[in-house]
């Protein structure tokens, strides 16, 4: 908004006495999975904050090691996640990293699935790296190996753990930010 006052009682002088450049906001309708219409500022790339301690430790932890590991998402420094909406993408992200064991890849332990990092819904999927394909040494995947700089990260977390986070927490940080296609996103991993 933009505001001049031209009555005379209310300004000290004919000249505008002050404006400031207004911040960009984006309405949509557009948010994958949610039917209301909202806004955001569209120049703010949103932080989804995660707890070592919070309600999922292995999923936290997997994000944080792969972060450090030379991955992108981290806030505050590290170069942002970009939003990945298109559905085959999103597949074809999943089965590179956590390709199934019955198609020649990992075996699942008990109770546990396979988490990917950076996410399936992220243009920076291990789709976008198929040979740079890491783990860590608590992840229970045996035919990958520790490595840093660019690629992607596969762990088996407990599973319950794992649909819960991309269900009640990553889906729901896209929803209430209206994360759409190709917005940057940033993860911060917290005590």
Known sequence: ?????NNPSWTQGTELIGSQVAVPIRCDNDTKGV???????????????????GLYPNYARHIQ???????????????PLTRQTDDTTITSNRNTACPQASSGGYPRPTGYSCDEYPFASTHQGAASNRLLGRTFDWCQISTLT???????????????????AGRDD???????????ENDAFYVWIVQ
């Not at 490595?147 to 794992?162: F, L, V």
């Open 1 to 5: 908004m933009y505001w001049v006052f």
């Open 35 to 53: 039917s209301t219409p909202g806004c955001v500022f569209k120049d703010y790339a949103p932080v989804n904050v995660v707890s070592l301690s």
């Open 65 to 79: 090691d792969a972060q450090a590991s030379g991955l992108p998402g981290a806030y505050p420094d590290g170069q």
């Open 146 to 164: 520790s490595r840093t700089g660019p690629g992607w990260s596969a762990c088996m977390i407990p599973a319950t753990e794992n649909t819960a």
């Open 170 to 180: 990553l889906r729901i940080f896209y929803n209430e930010n209206r994360v759409l």
